[in-house]
């Protein structure tokens, strides 16, 4: 049966182009093709967590732009529930300008425009969705008061908080008990802990000393290497799965959706975490974010094709 996840993030136009090396400072770049698609972390989690099978309700701020109708007729031809999605008179969309080169690398920046401007009036107005929801995902892209307002309806409805600390940044969101799992990658967990964390060895190590803030389980992904997990105290490596990469645009956009989703369901952790990174390794196969979230029957049929 689906559970409900609640997403509060947010919601981007992405222009996509594939270059022949990512530039370097004062460096200009003939692109290749060039690709219009919809992302934004919360957004795109929410898209990956619904294909996953999830029942999803979304809490975004969009512009009055052209973009922001198009998002919208999306989350419809999704079945998203977008009945909190707020439209900002007189501001635009956020927009994110990515450049992939040919073995799949990215680099992305993002101008979060509406999306930091998410009140924590949306959030409470949304209260109605946490009374049946299984678990709360939450990013970085919003301002702190609405994350904060957010995790305070969670736990007055009992319901699973996830934080993706993504992308690092400076924030006054503390890490603590109140996050039921916290979803980083190395980058990410280097901010948190101010150690250097490059493999599985070293992300045991950041994994435990983010555990002792406060969350139960604490997920560091490691791209190529897979992820480490920590689970009240006890940290495990899952491998990878291997597979030709196209671009690895929000492929832990992927992960985190299918891991809300599973979650959601009531799937033990485990199992979530091996739907997790075979959703992940699917979307870094396919170009652009959108286009890229696997669905679900695409994600058993490769589980059940690799380890059959």
């Given at each position: 049966?689906?559970?409900?996840?609640?997403?509060?993030?947010?919601?981007?136009?992405?222009?996509?182009?594939?270059?022949p090396f990512i530039p370097r400072k004062g460096e200009s770049v003939n692109a290749g093709p060039f690709l219009q698609s919809?992302?934004?972390?919360?957004?795109?989690q929410a898209l990956a967590a619904r294909r996953a099978g999830a029942d999803?309700?979304?809490?975004?701020?969009?512009?009055d732009d052209v973009f922001s109708k198009a998002i919208m007729d999306?989350?419809?031809?999704?079945g998203v529930d977008a009945r909190y999605v707020r439209m900002n008179p007189g501001e635009r969309s956020g927009t994110g300008i990515i450049l992939v080169d040919p073995n799949g690398d990215n680099l992305i920046c993002t101008s979060l425009e509406a999306n930091g401007r998410m009140t924590p009036e949306q959030v409470e107005a949304a209260e109605p969705a946490f009374r049946?929801?299984?678990?709360?995902?939450?990013?970085?892209?919003v301002p702190d008061e609405a994350n904060r307002t957010a995790i305070a309806l969670a736990k007055r409805h009992s319901v699973t908080v996830i934080l993706?600390?993504?992308?690092?940044?400076?924030?006054?969101?503390?890490?603590?008990r109140d996050?039921?799992?916290l979803v980083v990658n190395e980058s990410e967990a280097e901010n948190l802990t101010s150690m250097p964390v490059s493999g599985p060895e070293a992300a045991a190590v950041a994994a435990l000393m983010l555990g002792a803030k406060g969350p139960g389980t604490v997920i560091i992904t490691l791209g190529g290497q897979g992820s480490v997990v920590c689970h009240d105290g006890v940290t495990r490596h899952y491998p990878p799965i291997p597979v030709e990469v196209a671009d690895t645009t929000a492929a832990g956009d992927s992960y985190c959706g299918a891991l809300a989703a599973t979650l959601a369901e009531?799937?033990?952790?485990?199992?979530?975490?091996?739907?997790?990174?075979?959703a992940g390794s699917l979307c870094v196969g396919v170009e652009g974010a959108l286009p890229s979230l696997p669905r679900r029957e695409a994600i058993e049929a490769f589980l059940t094709q690799r380890f059959s």
């Open positions: 049966m689906p559970g409900h996840v609640v997403f509060v993030g947010s919601a981007n136009v992405d222009f996509v182009m594939r270059t919809f992302g934004g972390k919360g957004s795109n999803v309700t979304g809490i975004f701020t969009l512009g999306l989350y419809r031809e999704e049946t929801a299984s678990v709360l995902m939450l990013q970085m892209e993706n600390y993504a992308p690092a940044c400076e924030s006054s969101l503390p890490v603590d996050v039921d799992i009531g799937m033990a952790l485990p199992a979530a975490i091996a739907y997790a990174t075979a």
